[in-house]
């Protein structure tokens, strides 16, 4: 019998959890009765009752699976370690506690992946949120998917359900802080895309703050397109012509008006002095970007240190990144 696995990760989700699995399961038993539940909870140090409710849930059900972390990793890291973890022949890499996205389409993605599709994603084709923060989403994944070398529609996230073969590829990308939704991709395949309404929350509030979603999106960038680099190389280099022109055709009218020009224009060197200033600032800082992403590579940290795994029959406690040595052995 095959088995399906389904990643959930969760932070402080005691409102939402219970039915989570509880829909999960039941989706299993009306439409994927052939094939076999493994469903991984990645806790992130939950402060509330969501680790209580989550052991109660797993003392019950021999399918369900727990992963607890010794702190909160953030939620791409704390997703991808549960990803790594689940051993199923395809693996849902991501259903929210809180439903947004819609399990209800589970059935018809294994469907999909019986038919030979290694990837198969959702794409968020209409979002139920405030005008402004679906247009800055909506920005933002048009510029990843339209500057990155790999494509993909806009809309994607992590809702995928990808074949084993995908996830031991993931497996071997040597990245401390992975964006999962466009590794799958990346690792290659034959994929297809299911439109889908994503949903408002019905209970609570995300814990994903906004320094953390510019984090994530800062991620994305950086790890996925070089796009910001060559921007900054084309916009010096416009800048520079621009300054040699404007200085070329200020000593000219010098020259020709000299008799009619009192004094210089100092307001126009405080004011390019200030322009160039700030362009070499913003521009240090996307290269620190860069330097930073590097520096958290060659650290090598594990993904995240687990505090305890609960079903699981082994007992490894931290996801390492796979090293070029590693990857050659393996």
Not at 196 to 209: Q, V
Not at 220 to 249: D, E, H, N
Not at 257 to 276: N, Q, W
Request: hydrophobic share 45%.
């Amino acid at each position: 019998m095959k088995k399906i696995s389904v990643v959930t990760p969760c932070y402080n989700e005691e409102e939402n959890i219970a039915e989570c699995y509880s829909v999960v399961k039941e989706i299993f038993e009306k439409h994927l009765g052939g094939y076999e539940r493994e469903h991984v909870f990645c806790d992130n140090a939950s402060t509330d009752r969501t680790l209580e409710i989550l052991k109660g849930i797993v003392a019950e059900d021999v399918c369900a699976r727990i992963i607890v972390n010794a702190r909160n990793f953030g939620p791409l890291r704390n997703n991808y370690n549960g990803v790594m973890a689940a051993t199923g022949d395809a693996i849902l890499l991501f259903l929210p506690a809180d439903l947004q996205d819609p399990p209800e389409l589970l059935p018809e993605f294994v469907k999909l992946w019986e038919q030979g599709y290694e990837i198969v994603y959702g794409i968020r084709a209409t979002r139920e949120e405030g005008w402004l923060m679906r247009s800055v989403r909506g920005f933002y994944y048009n510029i990843l998917t339209r500057f990155s070398e790999i494509q993909i529609p806009p809309g994607v996230g992590d809702f995928q359900l990808v074949d084993r073969r995908v996830v031991e590829a993931m497996r071997r990308i040597r990245d401390t802080y992975p964006f999962m939704r466009m590794m799958t991709f990346e690792c290659g395949g034959r994929a297809v895309g299911i439109p889908y309404r994503w949903r408002a929350r019905k209970r609570g509030f995300s814990k994903n703050r906004l320094s953390a979603l510019f984090d994530q999106g800062m991620n994305g960038i950086i790890s996925f397109t070089t796009a910001p680099l060559r921007f900054g190389l084309v916009a010096g280099f416009c800048a520079a012509t621009f300054s040699l022109v404007y200085a070329i055709a200020n000593f000219l009218i010098g020259i020709i008006f000299y008799h009619k020009v009192a004094e210089p224009g100092i307001l126009t060197l405080i004011v390019a002095s200030f322009f160039f200033g700030g362009v070499q600032l913003f521009f240090t800082g996307l290269i620190g970007e860069y330097v930073l992403a590097i520096y958290s590579r060659v650290r090598e940290k594990p993904v995240v240190f687990e505090r305890e795994r609960i079903n699981f029959t082994g007992t490894s406690t931290v996801v390492e990144p796979v090293t070029p040595d590693k990857a050659l052995e393996g």
